[in-house]
């Protein structure tokens, strides 16, 4: 089994910068479909970031730009810059072990404007 637990949320203003952590109870190399997901109140889960299996990157369009996916053996990590007002909601590391899909709790993001 693999646990992931997020960090880094936070309060910060339209323009500005945050940095979420995902740390993996296990090496991030044994977890495929390693990517962060976001969920802003009313709205469905979206994809935000993810790497794959070939170490590729990929990202939503309205984040692209702004938004640096990376790992390293422990940690996925997702920098995230020029923050906009949509950005906000709750940001998930999203992982798949053996044939097991896990979600970490989560990390709230809030974005004023």
């Known amino acids: 089994q693999v646990q992931l637990v997020e960090s880094g949320g936070g309060l910060v203003q339209a323009g500005g910068s945050l940095r979420l952590s995902c740390a993996a109870s296990r090496n991030i190399n044994s977890i495929s479909d390693i990517a962060w997901y976001r969920q802003a109140p009313g709205k469905q889960r979206e994809l935000v970031a993810g790497i794959g299996v070939r170490g590729n990157k990929h990202y939503a369009d309205s984040v692209k730009g702004r938004f640096t996916v990376s790992r390293d053996n422990t940690k996925l990590y997702l920098q995230m810059n020029n923050l906009e007002p949509d950005d906000k909601g709750a940001y998930y590391c999203?992982?798949?072990?053996?044939?097991?899909?896990?979600w970490g709790q989560g990390t709230q993001v809030t974005v004023t404007s």
């Open positions: 999203h992982g798949k072990y053996s044939t097991v899909t896990v």
